[in-house]
């Protein structure tokens, strides 16, 4: 497991834009898929965008494609979650999850079960 550290929430208006930051301690994620979750309140944590180890392939969840970007540094020391056109309905705490040493580096992975390490959340809260 590798502790994850999340920064960049806050409240934002709808429509504003937010960028996230996670970061792994003591390493990088040259051999971690990675992928950020969300949680609101009295709902289940879900998949909102995913990286595979090799940054050649992503994937959204159909509630932020087009609005949303997960990124990757060139030393790979940070993964972005670029949120754009934001939504009261986007308010969550948001968590970045990773996997390393997966053995397939062109895969990403959207179930929480696949992730064994999480950062403590970062809330993003939405005005309307």
């Known amino acids: 497991q590798v502790q994850l550290v999340e920064s960049g929430g806050g409240l934002v208006q709808a429509g504003g834009s937010l960028r996230l930051s996670c970061t792994p301690s003591g390493r990088t994620f040259s051999t971690c898929p990675v992928g950020w979750f969300r949680q609101a309140p009295g709902k289940e944590r879900e998949f909102v965008a995913g990286?595979?180890?090799?940054?050649?392939?992503?994937g959204y969840a159909d509630s932020v494609k087009g609005r949303f970007t997960i990124s990757r540094d060139s030393a790979k020391i940070t993964v972005y979650l670029q949120m754009n056109s934001l939504k009261p309905e986007d308010t969550a705490v948001y968590y970045c999850?990773?996997?390393?040493?997966?053995?397939?580096?062109?895969?990403?992975?959207?179930?929480?079960?696949?992730?064994?390490?999480w950062g403590q959340g970062t809330q993003v809260t939405v005005s309307s």
């Open positions: 990286m595979s180890t090799n940054g050649r392939n992503t």
């Open positions: 999850a990773a996997k390393c040493g997966a053995a397939f580096i062109s895969t990403y992975f959207t179930g929480r079960s696949e992730y064994d390490s």
